[in-house]
């Protein structure tokens, strides 16, 4: 079993920035693959950021340049930077490892 315990979500105004992490435990591996998603009321979920496996970071086109995906050496910790937010970018975000996810930090940006 793999737990996630997200944190950093807040309410934020308009062209703030938040800063998410979301921790890791249990049987992890260092090639497991972390991302965050994210999902508004009434819409799917969707990929924010994630690594791929050669460890090359993905963005949504909705994101890129406003958001920055880290992880430490370890790879048992993942943060995501968030500047310039948007009422848009309300949402629950969700912490992913591999086949394991996290319960979600509310973010809701006001404008």
């Known amino acids: 079993q793999v737990q996630l315990v997200e944190s950093g979500g807040d309410l934020v105004q308009a062209g703030g920035s938040l800063r998410l992490s979301c921790v890791a435990s249990?049987?992890?591996?260092?090639?497991?693959?972390m991302a965050w998603y994210r999902q508004a009321p009434g819409k799917q979920r969707e990929l924010v950021a994630g690594?791929?496996?050669?460890?090359?970071?993905v963005y949504a086109d909705s994101v890129k340049g406003r958001f920055t995906i880290s992880r430490n050496s370890a790879n048992n910790m993942t943060h995501l930077q968030m500047n310039s937010l948007k009422p848009e970018d309300t949402a629950i975000y969700l912490c992913s490892r591999d086949a394991y996810w996290g319960r979600g930090t509310q973010v809701t940006v006001s404008s």
């Open positions: 249990g049987r992890i591996s260092a090639t497991d693959v």
């Open positions: 690594f791929t496996r050669s460890g090359r970071p």
